[in-house]
């Protein structure tokens, strides 16, 4: 078996530049990579993504029986052209021994299958059972209707 023998003082200067301009290609393309990747992670959001709150008041109708209180109320209303109910609402919530009071939108798209504008069904024992007119106080005690008041008037009198 021959053996190679190679003579280190054969390798000519273009070799070098080639193996020096590789090395340095390979290092500009790390450094690339690790710029791009801190500028990539410690960028700083230019989107702002507002912090979610939820209501514990607002509740669908669906869940009108089934909230953990032994007696409550639930409001039916358009909460945003309230006016005088909000008022009432917040002034009641402010006595002493107020019960827990939820409001279920009247506009909203979910609650949509219990609304009317023509009917009410005062003793409906669970939700699917459910009519109300706008706006609606329903006191919940022991998860049954106890009382069912239909009006403006009347929903600030009883909250008053």
């Known amino acids: 078996m021959a053996r190679n023998n190679y003579n280190i003082d054969s390798i000519d200067g273009n070799n070098y530049k080639s193996i020096i301009i590789t090395a340095v290609v390979v290092l500009a393309i790390a450094v690339l990579f690790y710029l791009l990747s801190v500028y990539i992670t410690n960028k700083p959001d230019k989107v702002r993504i507002a912090e979610g709150s939820i209501s514990y008041e607002q509740i669908s109708a669906g869940s ?5 209180d ?13 006016g005088d109910i909000t008022t009432a609402v917040s002034n009641y919530k402010s006595k002493d021994k107020a019960l827990p009071i939820y409001y279920v939108d009247y506009n909203d ?8 504008k023509d009917s009410s069904n005062p003793k409906a024992t669970k ?9 609606t106080l329903i006191e919940i005690s022991n998860g049954s209707i106890s009382q069912y008041i239909e009006g403006e008037e009347k929903v600030i009198d009883y909250l008053s």
């Not at 009108?64 to 953990?68: Q, R």
């Not at 032994?70 to 309230?82: A, H, P, Q, S, T």
């Not at 939700?127 to 706006?135: I, T």
């Open 64 to 68: 009108t029986f089934s909230m953990s």
């Open 127 to 135: 939700a699917s059972e459910l009519k109300v007119k706008n706006p």
């Open 70 to 82: 032994k007696e409550y109320l639930v409001i039916f209303y358009n909460r945003d052209n309230g």
């Open 109 to 116: 798209a979910i609650n949509a299958s219990v609304t009317s």
